[in-house]
């Protein structure tokens, strides 16, 4: 079996940081990654594409560097194991191998808060990130009856980057509850530490309306067709629709974390969803498994990139290469400014809330894939269920292949509004490796050895 | 809701665990008219009834203690009322199905072993259980694309398998239905008699007095049976299950240990791992056998895709065998144990449930008095 | 729905018909692209589905792929001349293969 000190899981902002950092302090590192090219969700293919803000910048600098730094790099790789004593297992090529390593860097990122409106399992219904991914990979634009619906900063920025490229779309309906700014300007101060996030906000939203794209304010959504996408309606008004784009922000991905025995949890009341609970380093409460970048709360890439050096910084001092006064001496800058990007945080998650869950009608469908609705969930929890598991068990939400990937935040949430408790006291989905499925033919050549 | 002294809820039957075991008992009681509290854990218990495996079955029953065979059988006849039932409870198919069930044989050793094995149960008066060799086999099941390494596999048409969950949700409705309360979220610090009842007091504070206790609580039965003053060893015995994603039929009949269920996934099973742990992490290893004997008897699911796996803890008393008993220090205290807590559920909540109620055992369960227990020393698993 | 910005290079076959694609880029990408928005039925009822999130997490773009089912096709690249249909309910075997 494969030795190495440092697995590295994602090649995102804070995967490659991490790994470079590693690098360069002489460890061997692994890095496994489920995309074909460095750069994770925010720097998709930032190789291919001429880079056109600060951002692109960045990630065309971390990927440079990460593709120099000697990491032993596999992409098309997919972890679905974490054992004890840093055994690992993951897919690559067909087939199952599995790593031994001194020190886990989990660096998963974010997948998307699902957005439950009726009919948003029809074929044209998408996510922005979906999109965007088609545009950063492919340079897909939307065209024709396009619409962007949802709430949350990515909304805007894609909505930006569709008409920076030449773009269009019918219209953008914010389904945000007013009275964001207001709770937002309590964090304002702190957010000014950092001012750079806000003024691209606010000129986003404006070159959206420059661009002669309405936005509409609206509290209910509605996506029909017969077996596709053919109109949307917005409060009871019908528009015709052939794409439509959702979003909610994002929640780090603990799909990995979660199945990791002793690996403890927290609820984040602000950011309304589950983190695992971290050290300033990046440690889980489990020795020798740490998380960087937004898998461990979302802050966004620069905030990652951070985080993955830091994290490496202090594997070094746990695998006996610096002193804990040489790590603190060597994370000051990085860590000055980790703080200061964090800044920001709390002003734009009181800004962008998510929607609430108790609007979901019951006869919407919330687990996709085993197609159970939010009345099947209530009906679940009116029967005595307290939380997620014994929901999945009684109703099979969750228990498809994506194994409660895209649902979990809003079974989560129906059942905490249903039962009208602190979503906090609301035990979420437990996830069991493999964390992704693979064939048995895969898993079964594992136990020829 | 809390209760006070002056708001205390008394009822006819509190049922310490909501499993499979427990809510069958609860509902049996509550379906014959008593007034019942099951009372449960949270979300996070360990839940050995989200682990089952789902067989409703007889062919491995009893060998050793004939008493628990002519039990398992009769719960077997009773299942096809249950299945009505709780389908029509549950809102969804239980999809019960007596196809008869099967143990694949994948060479000599393993055959002559079952061969063995089936002609010690034929002589304990088990007479529907025998041998089918692959011939047989191929009759019985024309089409299913049975690997090259399956030389038989004993055979015994009463058994089948139904959905585990749909069971457990058909009976914890069923409860609801017949007026009886689910009360979940705590766990049970202490059983005192008050004035004709028992006081079962809870960890969130709350307290229920019933006439009569069940103690079900699964791999926690010990502490709470002694509280009654019952001592029933019960240790944690960990099962691994595999689920793919749906296929087309391609397996008829259920077997030990690989099924295919009424929603299409086939469902691997079950490890016995009998290391005394709580843990219920899945481990790659042990889920890699039961991947690979699968593959071994049926070739063409090597390349479905396994959705999930998941471990459970079962309760194991030290010869594997049930338990039940009323305490004869505190009258009107029962225990009730097992691991096939799926097959046994018809008799569950039927004659056992009536006997909780009219304070005597059926026979059977007679037979399987944890006194015998006492002094054993050995561990096997059945 | 979408419309390309930059030039393909290469077909596909996708139920029967040619389509336009650019080599390594998602087949999920080069489907959507030429208009197809129904990737699957699903084993449970039959309803039909395309792409959720583009990034291998929801398997809702589950397509058959030179003959393997339940193929992701967003994490599959587009190869030249690649043949694709819809995945259509659950995973069928071809029974008489194995029943020798």
Redesign the interface.
Known sequence: MTQVDILVLGAGPAGMAAATEARARGFSVLVLDENARPGGQVHRAVEQREAKDGQDRDGAKLAAAFRACGADYRPNATLWAVEPEGKVFWSEGGAARSARARRLILCAGATERPVPIPGWTLPGVMTVGAAQIALKTAGLLPEGKAWIAGQGPLLWLYANQVVAKGGRVEGIVDLSPPGGLARAAWHLPNALRAPEYLVKGLAWQQRIRNAGIPIRRATRLVAEGDGRLERIVIDGWSRSAELLLLHDGVVPNTQVTRAIPGCAHDWDAAQRCWKPRLDDWGNTTVEGVMVAGDSGGIGGARVAALAGRLAAIEAARALGKLTADQRNAEAGRIRLEWKRQRAPRRFLDALFPPLPEAAIADSTIVCRCEEVTAGKLRGAVALGCLGANQTKAFTRAGMGPCQGRICGPAVHGVIATARGVDPATVDPFRTRFPTKPLTLGELAALAAE | MRATLATMERFDVAVIGGGMVGTAIGYGCAALGARVAVLDEGDGALRAARGNFGLVWGQSKGDGMPAYGDWTRQSIRLWPELAARVSSLAGRDVHYRATGGLGFCLDEQELEARTNFVRRRHNDGHATLRMLDRRELRELMPGCPLGPEVLGASFDPADGHADPLVLLQGMQAGLLRAGGQHRPGARVTGIEGVAGFWRVARADGSAVEARRVVVAAGVATTPIAAMVGLDVPVRPVRGQNIVTERLDPILPLPASALRQTGDGTIQIGVTNEDDGSFEIATTTAALARMAARAIRVLPAIRTARMNRAWAALRPMTPDGFPAYAESGTHPGCFVATCHSGVTLAAVHAGPLAAGILAGRLPDFANEMHPERFRGMTHVSSH | ??????PTDCTIRWEGRDIPA?AG??LA??L??AGV???RQ????G??????????????CLVELDG???VQA??A?VRPGMVAAMQR?????D?A???A
């Open positions: 729905m979408f419309r390309r910005t930059e650019r880029e998602s990408v080069a959507l692209a928005a129904a990737f699903t084993p449970v009822t309803a039909e589905r395309g792409p959720l999130c583009l990034m291998g997490a929801c398997f809702d393997q089912q339940n967003c994490l690249p309910g659950a995973r069928h075997f029974l293969e194995d029943a």
